[in-house]
C-alpha cells in the first residue's frame, strides 16, 4: 500500500475512485500517478504553478492493492469541484480519458454528499414504483414487448394479453424506437389504450413502459406524449442518450419514473454494480440488468452488487428498484426472488412469448401468482 490516508474532511468533500489496472509490481506506482493526473489536470504536474491547483486540483494517489495475478486496485481521491454539477462530466472525470488505456477498468467510486444531492437520484424510487404497482409487500412484475418489426397493432395486442393476466409493468423491448413499423406515437397510444381497455376487464391497472430515444428533444417530446396518453413510467439507456440528457429529462418530468436499460454498458470498463449506482443517482427509479443463469455471464457477486448498489443507503437518495433480466424464465422465479428478496422487479420477456397467443395471458398470470405467493420466510 502506498499514499497517505485521506482525512475525514477530505473524504466528505471529494470524489474516490477505484480502479483496476494490469501492470507490473515496478510500474504500477507510476501508472497510479498517471491515472490521477490525467483524471483531473491532463499535463505534466512541472507546468503547474499555481500552488492551489497542485493542492487542491490534482488527483491524489491515496492506496495501491496488489489484487494478484498481474492486477493493482488502485484509489485515486479527485476534486469534486471539478464535476460541476455535470452528468457527463462526472463520468469524464473518474474515466474520460483513462478508459482508452485497455488494462484499466472503473470499479467504483465513492460521491460526496454535495454531489450526491446536486443530482438527486430518482424522482420515485422504488417506493413510488410499489405505489403504482399497489405492490407494498411483494416483489413486482414486468415484461417485454417484442421482437422489432411487429406493427403497432400487433405489440398493442401482446400488451393486452400481458395486462390481462396482471403484470405490474409492461415495457418496450430496448430496440422499439421510432421504426416505420411502429411508429412511437401510433405505438404509444395502441399500447395505453390496451392498458385501459384491459383494466377494464381485470380490475388492476398495469403500467405501459415505452421506449424513448432521440435527441433530447425528440425524447422530451416523447414524454410529454406519453403523459398525454395518462402514462407516468418511461424507459432510457442512458449510456446511449448521455447521462446529462438523462438528468435533465428526469427533471423536467418530475411525474415520471424512469427505468434505465443497460444497453451499451458492456464495452466501456466500467464495472456493472457502479453503472447501477450512478444510473440511480442520475434519476434512475429502475435499473433493468443482466441476472445470472441467464443468456449473459454475470456472476451471482455481480448481481448481488448491482442490486445492493441499486437499493443499498446512498446519502438521501431513495432507493431503486433493481430489475433482473436477460433470459429470467418462469421456472427460476422461486430462485431468484430468493436471491434478491422482495424488494425487486422480475421482467420476464422471451420465456413468457414462447406460449401461444391464446396462451399468454394465462402464462403471465402464472408468472404473477408465482411472484405473489412466494413466500420470503
Known amino acids: 500500500m502506498t499514499g497517505g490516508a485521506m482525512s475525514a474532511a477530505e473524504a466528505s468533500s471529494n470524489i474516490t475512485a477505484h480502479y483496476r489496472v494490469r501492470a507490473g509490481a515496478d510500474s504500477i506506482e507510476d501508472r497510479a500517478r498517471k491515472i490521477a493526473v490525467e483524471q483531473s489536470v491532463e499535463m505534466p504536474l512541472a ?8 493542492a487542491e486540483i490534482v488527483g ?31 463520468l469524464n472525470i473518474l474515466f474520460g480519458n483513462t478508459s482508452m488505456h485497455d488494462d484499466i477498468s472503473l470499479e467504483d467510486a465513492e460521491i ?15 417506493d413510488g414504483l410499489r405505489e403504482l404497482a399497489e405492490a407494498k409487500r411483494r ?26 393476466g396482471g403484470a405490474d409493468f409492461i415495457k418496450d423491448d430496448h430496440g422499439l424506437a421510432n421504426q416505420d413499423y411502429s411508429p412511437f406515437e401510433e405505438r404509444v397510444a395502441a399500447c395505453a389504450r ?23 428533444e425528440e425524447i422530451d417530446r416523447g414524454l410529454d406524449f406519453a403523459a398525454g396518453e395518462g402514462l407516468s413510467v418511461a424507459m432510457l439507456a442512458p449510456a446511449i442518450i448521455g447521462a446529462s440528457n438523462f438528468v ?22 466500467i464495472s456493472p454494480p457502479l453503472y447501477a449506482k450512478l444510473y440511480r443517482l442520475f434519476g434512475a427509479d429502475a435499473v433493468i440488468f443482466a441476472t445470472f443463469g441467464g443468456r449473459f455471464g454475470y456472476s451471482q457477486a455481480t448481481c448481488r452488487a448491482i442490486a445492493d448498489a441499486s437499493r443499498e443507503p446512498l446519502g438521501e437518495l431513495p432507493p431503486a428498484a433493481p430489475v433482473p433480466a436477460g433470459g429470467l424464465t418462469l421456472r427460476r422465479v422461486a430462485e431468484t426472488l430468493d436471491f434478491y428478496g422482495e424488494d425487486t422487479m ?31 420466510g
Open 60 to 90: 491524489k494517489v491515496r492506496a495501491i492493492f496488489d489484487a494478484g495475478g498481474g492486477y493493482f486496485d488502485v484509489t485515486v481521491e479527485l476534486c469534486a469541484r471539478t464535476v460541476g454539477r455535470d452528468a457527463g462530466q462526472l
Open 112 to 126: 460526496p454528499p454535495a454531489l450526491l444531492a446536486a443530482f438527486g437520484g430518482p424522482n420515485h424510487g422504488l
Open 194 to 216: 390496451a392498458m385501459r381497455e384491459a383494466f377494464r376487464i381485470t380490475g388492476r391497472l398495469t403500467h405501459y413502459v415505452p421506449s424513448l430515444w432521440g435527441d433530447f
Open 47 to 54: 507546468g503547474v504553478r499555481d500552488p492551489a491547483i497542485l
Open 346 to 376: 422480475l421482467l420476464i420477456g422471451g420465456d413468457l412469448l414462447l406460449a401461444e397467443h391464446d396462451k399468454l395471458a394465462d402464462e403471465t398470470r402464472a408468472f404473477v401468482r408465482a411472484v405473489e405467493t412466494y413466500s420470503f
Open 248 to 269: 435533465a429529462l428526469k427533471r423536467k418530468h418530475p411525474r415520471f419514473c424512469f427505468f434505465a436499460h443497460p444497453s451499451f454498458t458492456g464495452g466501456a470498463r
Open 139 to 164: 416483489a413486482m412484475t414486468c415484461s417485454a414487448l417484442k421482437p422489432q418489426g411487429m406493427s403497432s397493432r400487433q405489440l398493442a395486442d401482446l400488451a393486452f394479453e400481458f395486462a390481462k
